[in-house]
């Protein structure tokens, strides 16, 4: 049983970027893949990257290629989500999660989910 718990969410303006971290304990973090979701109010849960156990295997969501970058610090027990230039439409709660491999987390399959954190964007 894994345990996460994001943080770094706030208030920024269009623009500007935050780095999400996510804390996991319990179970093996170094074999987990991670990833995150976000969902925005009145909207279905949405993919936003992934990475696999090494992280070298990594997907994005379209909507964020090219200004999120997702990492981990295995020896931390860490994953992180840097977000640059963000938008208005990047407004939500972002959860952390971890699954089998980066590629089921990017089509939703996951295996845990942290309790989320709520980025908001002013525009």
């Known amino acids: 049983q894994i345990q996460l718990v994001e943080s770094g969410g706030g208030l920024v303006q269009a623009g500007g970027s935050l780095r999400l971290s996510c804390a996991a304990s319990?179970?093996?973090?170094?074999?987990?893949?991670m990833g995150w979701f976000r969902q925005a109010p009145g909207k279905e849960r949405q993919f936003v990257a992934s990475?696999?156990?090494?992280?070298?295997?990594?997907y994005y969501a379209d909507s964020v290629k090219g200004r999120a970058t997702v990492s981990r610090d295995n020896a931390k027990n860490m994953v992180y989500l840097q977000m640059n230039n963000l938008k208005p439409d990047d407004t939500a709660v972002y959860y952390c999660?971890?699954?089998?491999?980066?590629?089921?987390?990017?089509?939703?399959?996951?295996?845990?989910r942290g309790k989320g954190t709520l980025v908001t964007v002013s525009s």
């Open positions: 999660a971890a699954g089998r491999t980066a590629y089921d987390i990017s089509q939703g399959d996951m295996d845990y």
């Open positions: 990475l696999n156990w090494s992280g070298r295997n990594i």
């Open positions: 319990g179970g093996t973090f170094s074999t987990q893949a």
